[in-house]
């Protein structure tokens, strides 16, 4: 049976770096979880949040939220000790309010991500990945800024799954027909009724296996500027949400294993997947001149398999034959 993947990656460097070209501190991107379910009343004001961090902060920050006791629910054991619904984190420093945070006040999470961005980070985290018929592979690559001779660190990953939607759904809202939210973004929820169907849920953890870090993915003694790779492989053959593979995301993080922190994150998303079915084919005669195999390194004889095309400004996929 012939594999075919496709390779995408997150584009973006390592280590930021000054005028001088010396490598700086490396830019910290906050892993942002959130613990809800649709039966949950008060879980509505995190699905918010959640959709208003993802606006304002964009590729800054990395969110992942894990469903309990409803259908998008994969694991009901988490990284923290999580004992009630709603409940978020940011870097898993503790659990605070999704929406709240920890000092109670309007979308104050807002100022737990500020603080968690202007804190340096020991090491940069990127993470590229491919898609085969049956799996998804991830690679993250880690540089620390200093040597470590007794470290602690693992590299965590989950899958995910954004535009998550069922007719069938219906998520609990208690801010049905309340007051007191008037001119904050949680009013809308009181013009929603006391169950909401048709909302899409986004960022949705559909595959936790390195949820806590995966032992042995980084070294007990790390070198300053040394970079460090490991590869996840997610099986995605019996995965109900796998599908449409263009709204799979992975997401990799440093943890400290001596607290448990997020010290780093990135994210790899694979929205510029193409269907292998969907390519079309063409004779080894036809070929144009500029080929790259899947890495994106130049092919000057392609022999049978896919690459990528570059016909002056237009790039395309095919198969040879």
């Known amino acids: 049976m012939k594999r075919i993947v496709i390779a995408l990656s997150f584009l973006g460097p390592l280590l ?30 995190g699905y918010i949040a959640m959709e208003m961090i993802d606006e304002i902060y964009g590729d800054r920050q990395v969110t992942i939220t894990y469903h309990n006791n409803d259908p998008m629910e994969v694991t009901a054991v988490y990284a923290m000790n999580v004992q009630g619904l709603p409940t978020g984190s940011v870097d898993r420093r503790r659990l605070i309010d999704p929406y709240y945070g920890e000092i109670d006040e309007d979308f104050g999470i807002a100022k737990e991500i500020e603080r968690a961005l202007a804190q340096p980070a020991p ?10 018929p049956d799996f998804v592979s991830a690679t993250a690559t880690v540089e620390f800024t200093d040597d470590v001779p007794t470290a602690n660190y693992m590299i965590g990953y989950v899958l995910t799954r954004s535009g998550l939607s ?30 909401v169907r048709g909302l899409v849920y986004n960022d949705v953890a559909i595959d936790v296996g390195g949820m806590r870090g995966v032992k042995g993915s980084l070294p007990e003694s790390i070198e300053a500027g040394r970079q460090y790779s490991h590869r996840r492989i997610f099986d995605i053959s019996n995965n ?35 269907d292998p079915s969907g390519v079309a084919a063409v004779d080894a005669e ?18 049978a398999g ?14 040879i034959h």
């Open 16 to 45: 930021a770096t000054g005028d001088d070209g010396v490598a700086v501190t490396p830019v910290h991107r906050p892993l942002i979880e959130e613990y809800t379910g649709l039966w949950c009343g008060y879980c509505p004001k």
């Open 123 to 132: 090491a940069s985290i990127e993470v590229s990945g491919y898609i085969g």
């Open 166 to 195: 069922s007719p069938m759904w219906s998520q609990t809202n208690y801010y049905s027909g309340t007051s007191g939210l008037e001119g904050t973004p949680l009013e809308v929820l009181t013009h929603w009724g006391w169950a």
């Open 240 to 274: 109900l949400y796998a599908n449409p593979k263009n709204r799979l995301a992975v997401a990799a993080f440093i943890v400290d294993g001596r607290t448990g922190r997020v010290v780093n994150a990135a994210k790899c998303d694979f929205a510029d997947y193409v």
């Open 286 to 303: 036809e070929a144009p001149a500029e080929y790259y195999d899947l890495q994106g390194r130049r092919v000057e004889r392609p022999a």
């Open 306 to 319: 896919i690459y990528i095309i570059k016909e002056g400004s237009t790039v395309r996929k095919t198969v």
